[in-house]
């Protein structure tokens, strides 16, 4: 089969499948990714998100205190309330907080019921619940100036990923 510009198409069993759909789904590895069909004005998903972020977390948008054990294997660590609150900016819906055994929150993102948590592989095999979880006030996140500048860090990197390539 010839390459097809845009999306590759292969033939399975007589039938056509989208590769590159089925090979970013096995990839995905974040909470409600399976149903995170929420769209921007663009239409992007969260799955979009996700993949975008994937190129914008770094160790300057990891909180300090888990820095150290940034790595690129897991993007997603110490991102959790700076990624939910940018999102909540694209999405609306609430950002809602699991509470932490050290008295944190992890934080993710609810919009109409639509409930995805694009940092949860940070946690590895753990489960964490989702249920009857308290909303997050975005303005008690960033009562902190280093998070809020992170948040900054952040958003600027996913503009400038998003920005037309010429």
Same mark, same amino acid.
């Given at each position: 089969?010839?390459?097809?510009? %845009?999306?590759?198409?292969?033939? +399975?069993?007589?039938?056509? =499948?989208?590769? @590159?759909?089925?090979?970013?789904?096995?990839?995905?590895?974040?909470? %409600? !990714?399976?149903?995170? /069909?929420?769209?921007?004005? @663009?239409?992007?998903?969260?799955?979009?998100?996700?993949?975008?972020? +994937?190129?914008? !977390?770094?160790?300057?948008?990891?909180?300090? =205190?888990?820095?150290?054990? !940034?790595?690129?294997? /897991?993007?997603?660590? *110490?991102?959790?309330?700076?990624?939910?609150?940018?999102?909540?900016?694209?999405? *609306?819906?609430?950002?809602? %907080?699991?509470?932490?055994?050290? *008295?944190?929150?992890?934080?993710?993102?609810?919009?109409? *019921?639509?409930?995805?948590?694009?940092? @949860?592989?940070?946690?590895?095999?753990?489960?964490?619940?989702?249920?009857?979880?308290?909303?997050?006030?975005? +303005?008690?996140?960033?009562?902190?100036?280093?998070?809020?500048? =992170?948040?900054?860090?952040?958003?600027?990197?996913?503009?400038?990923?998003?920005?037309?390539?010429?």
């Amino acid at each position: 089969m010839k390459n097809v510009t %845009g999306q590759q198409l292969a033939c +399975s069993a007589g039938r056509l =499948r989208n590769v @590159k759909t089925e090979e970013a789904a096995m990839a995905y590895r974040f909470y %409600g !990714w399976e149903t995170a /069909n929420v769209q921007d004005d @663009k239409g992007r998903t969260p799955r979009d998100y996700y993949d975008l972020l +994937s190129d914008a !977390w770094c160790a300057q948008t990891c909180t300090p =205190r888990m820095r150290a054990d !940034w790595t690129k294997e /897991n993007r997603t660590l *110490g991102q959790c309330s700076i990624t939910a609150f940018l999102l909540q900016d694209i999405y *609306g819906g609430k950002v809602y %907080g699991i509470p932490l055994k050290d *008295g944190g929150f992890h934080c993710f993102n609810d919009v109409d *019921g639509c409930v995805f948590d694009l940092t @949860k592989e940070q946690f590895g095999e753990t489960r964490l619940d989702y249920a009857n979880c308290q909303e997050q006030d975005r +303005s008690v996140h960033f009562a902190k100036e280093e998070k809020r500048m =992170r948040y900054e860090l952040l958003k600027e990197r996913l503009m400038h990923l998003m920005e037309p390539k010429e």
